[in-house]
Each structure stands twice: as structure tokens, then as C-alpha cells.
């Protein structure tokens, strides 16, 4: 079983910079796959980013491609998402996430993940 608290969010003003921090309670967190998803008020649940066990590879979202970096630290069983250039369309609540140990590649989909956190709030102000 996976556990992840979510922490960093906030009010920012766009152009402006936050990074959030996933914490993982779990004794084997280098064997999984780690992502990022957000939800905006009235929207579904979208993939933002995505990064690999060793941390040596990552998928993201084109919405925010050039702008945000997913990264890990295992040794302190971390993710991260910094997020640069912010804009009001990137208000949402952001969530961090596991898949089974089993998946290969990077997932992008919901139904991918079977772990998720209580989710912590962004909000962009213009």
C-alpha cells in the first residue's frame, strides 16, 4: 500500500513560480513510477507529468511542457513538481500519484494509477 501527501501549494500571481512536494510512505519507492494530475473546478482529472523509477526519464503534458519539471528524490522518498511562468489556467487541485509496480513505460491515464494523495491547491491569480 502506497501513501502520499501532497504539500507546497498556494495563491501565486501569474508569471510567478511554486513547487510542490509529494511525500511517500512506502518502503520500496525507487520501484515505482511517480506522476503528477490536476483538477479544475467542473473539469476531469488530467495527467500533467510523469517520471521514471531512477528518475532518468519524464513525460509531460503539452499545456505545460516547457514550464514545469517533475523530479525525484529517492534516498528521501520525494517527488516534486516545479512549476515556472504560471498562469490562471494552471488553477487546479494538483495530485500526486502511483501506478501498480507492474507498469512499464510512463503512463498518462487515470485508470493507469492506483495511488493517489489528498491533493494540495493551486491558485493563479491574473
Known amino acids: 500500500q502506497v501513501q502520499l501527501v501532497e504539500s507546497g501549494g498556494g495563491l501565486v500571481q501569474a508569471g510567478g513560480s511554486l513547487r510542490l512536494s509529494c511525500a511517500a510512505s512506502?518502503?520500496?519507492?525507487?520501484?515505482?513510477?511517480m506522476g503528477w494530475f490536476r483538477q479544475a473546478p467542473g473539469k476531469e482529472r488530467e495527467f500533467v507529468a510523469v517520471i521514471s523509477r531512477s528518475g532518468g526519464s519524464t513525460y509531460y503534458a503539452d499545456s505545460v511542457k516547457g514550464r514545469f519539471t517533475i523530479s525525484r528524490d529517492n534516498a528521501k522518498n520525494m517527488v516534486y513538481l516545479q512549476m515556472n511562468s504560471l498562469k490562471p489556467e494552471d488553477t487546479a487541485v494538483y495530485y500526486c500519484?502511483?501506478?501498480?509496480?507492474?507498469?512499464?513505460?510512463?503512463?498518462?491515464?487515470?485508470?493507469?494509477?492506483?495511488?493517489w494523495g489528498q491533493g494540495t491547491q493551486v491558485t493563479v491569480s491574473s
Open positions: 512506502v518502503r520500496t519507492f525507487s520501484r515505482y513510477t
Open positions: 500519484a502511483a501506478p501498480p509496480l507492474i507498469v512499464t513505460g510512463l503512463p498518462t491515464r487515470r485508470y493507469e494509477y492506483d495511488y
